[in-house]
């Protein structure tokens, strides 16, 4: 019942005013002056028990310190809160509850010790525990509720300490299969530099020797063949360049995943694909363009091997909702009269229409890959033959094994 909560004495204090009550009906019946006494000093002491409580000024606060700072979903996260307290009066033994959103998951209880009278100083509690990250968002941890008992042990108090702090949880950028069984056309800079450390030096471009040439740069193969210093010709290449799509529309998941991050699973997948997806193709050397399905970038374009990009994205995409209503004709519009490197787009469901659309998306692109969370396997199939490295996904199934299965290009169910 709610009025036990509010209720302010402990069974101690209510057994004593409850005594002393009977003390006072029994002093007047049997003209007992003791018992009078008794009463009235049972009451005093509850009465004083609830003032050092309620009454007495006292000055609280509270720091909390993540570990780490942003988690991501599926990560454990510890959890330190630094309390002061200023008190005039010593505090015994209570207990402390940290509230935590729904979004975590933990055990975020404990004892407060007993603490001293402040005498004009703070007295400093830190308290410890352990969460988990369970969904994606901006998740608030707080605030503080203690429960502490005058040195009588008649009276309580529940009570909150500070505000409540935000966490960022971020989708899990989970670890995809290499490129590097795919055709040349496709590869990023790092297979270019690993293709080429075999090749030797009779594959680089000489030229004549030039006065301020270093001449740890002389090709001496090629100086003896035409008889006069050359050296090798270093040509800048540009960094290739990938897509990543994330068609987040609104038809393509459930309505929830519009209005709060981390609540419709397979929302959720779309998410971790997508971020997964540019992680992938940054580690293989392309520089990574980020755009929604309307043709809006999600971020600056992405550098080859660019890591603190990457997890700046994840941490932006931790509040990303679905939006708009874009059409697959859309899409296609966008990549109209131009030819791509690596294209991969990150979908949901798929209806009839879509599924007779997008294969023409798919020859603007030397590497198309789609990923469709939820999409049916006849639709799957169809993009197969249309020329997508595409694979289903179910919602919260294993990302790597759907990335594995579209570029097998073997048309499968993941599960």
Avoid: C
């Avoid at 994840?314 to 519009?333: F, N």
């Amino acid at each position: 019942m709610r009025w036990l909560k509010s209720w302010p004495l402990t069974l101690r204090g209510t057994g004593a005013v409850a005594l002393a009550v009977t003390a006072f009906v029994l002093a007047h019946e049997f003209n007992v002056t003791e018992l009078l006494y008794v009463a009235v000093l049972l009451l005093a002491v509850t009465a004083a028990s609830v003032a050092t409580l309620y009454l007495i000024r006292r000055t609280e606060k509270i720091i909390r310190a993540f570990h780490p700072d942003v988690a991501t979903t599926g990560e454990d996260v510890d959890v330190r809160a630094r309390v002061e307290i200023r008190s005039a009066l010593p505090m015994t033994q209570g207990l402390w509850e940290d509230r935590i959103d729904a979004g975590l998951s933990g055990d975020a209880t404990g004892v407060l010790p007993a603490i001293g009278s402040g005498m004009g100083s703070d007295r400093v509690v830190e308290l410890r525990y352990r969460m988990r990250a369970v969904r994606r968002g901006v998740r608030m941890v707080g605030p503080l509720s203690v429960s502490a008992t005058d040195p009588f042990g008649f009276a309580r108090r529940r009570h909150t300490i500070g505000e409540p702090t935000p966490l960022t949880v971020a989708p899990a950028i989970v670890d995809l299969g290499p490129l590097t069984e795919l055709p040349g056309e496709a590869g990023g800079s790092l297979h270019s530099e690993t293709n080429e450390l075999g090749q030797g030096s009779d594959n680089l471009i000489p030229r004549a020797y030039m006065s301020g040439d270093s001449m740890r740069r002389i090709h001496w193969r090629a100086s003896a063949h035409r008889d006069e210093l050359m050296v090798r010709q270093e040509e800048q290449e540009s960094t290739p360049e990938a897509i990543v799509v994330f068609d987040r529309s609104r038809r393509r998941f459930a309505p929830v995943a519009a209005q709060t991050p981390g609540e419709d699973p397979a929302f959720e997948t779309a998410v971790s694909a997508f971020v997964s997806a540019v992680s992938r193709l940054v580690h293989e050397g392309y520089l990574v363009t980020v755009i929604d399905a309307d043709g809006t970038e999600f971020a600056p374009a992405i550098d080859s091997g660019d890591t603190i990009e990457v997890e700046g994205l994840a941490v932006a995409a931790a509040t990303i909702v679905s939006r708009g209503d874009t059409a697959a004709e859309d899409l296609l519009r966008l990549f109209a009269g131009t030819i791509t490197g690596p294209l991969v787009l990150v979908t949901g469901s798929l209806d009839d229409r879509d599924a007779a659309v997008l294969p023409a998306l798919a020859h603007h692109s030397t590497l198309p890959i789609m990923l469709a969370v939820g999409a049916a396997d006849a639709q799957i199939a169809r993009q197969h033959e249309g020329g997508w490295h595409a694979a289903s996904v179910p919602a919260g199934a294993d990302l790597a094994a759907a990335w594995d299965a579209a570029l097998d290009r073997r048309f499968s169910r993941v599960r």
